[in-house]
């Protein structure tokens, strides 16, 4: 082997043995998850008593902004993270599938109390008996109203959910449900 050889074997295994303490290796897809894990644009959709919650974990004490989900945007087509707070009446209904079908995708969605998640204590006919009869959730927060504990928890959920990869089994075959 000659010097000149030699000397370029030993370059390599240099830029190689320098690369280890500042390169690192993933695959593309963790990338992609861990950026759409820490971005989440919600678009709040909140009535009554769990609207004034969901106002609170914007706030300084519980700061929805430490879980990368601060641009609120009310908007829905710079949105990818609906939080539904409150009670849905009939009327609503039409205005939430719109909204939903304007989100971005991949979008997902936050069903915030007893309410929404199940009409909570209203059996009347104007109130829709959860939100999922016209969109698809993926994470139920309970509580009447959920304490914005719990509703962090719900946000930590969802950024599980896309850290993983988790499929939806739901996204392909999910049909709303008749509300009327």
Known sequence: MTDGAQNQSN??????ESSKSYAFTTKIDKIVAWGRKN???????????????MMSIMGPRYDLARFGAE???????????????GTITEKMAPVIVRIY?????????VAMGACASSGGFYRAYHVLQGVDKVVPVD???PGCPPTPEAVLDGVMSIQEMIANNVPRPWKESWVPGEYR
């Open 71 to 85: 641009v609120v945007r009310f908007s829905p087509r710079q949105a990818d993270l609906l939080l539904v707070a």
């Open 101 to 109: 079908e304007q989100m971005l995708e991949p979008k997902y969605v």
């Open 11 to 16: 370059d390599q295994r240099n830029l190689i």
């Open 39 to 53: 971005s989440l644009w919600p678009m709040p959709y909140g009535t009554a008593c769990c609207g004034i919650e």
């Open 139 to 141: 994470c139920y927060v």
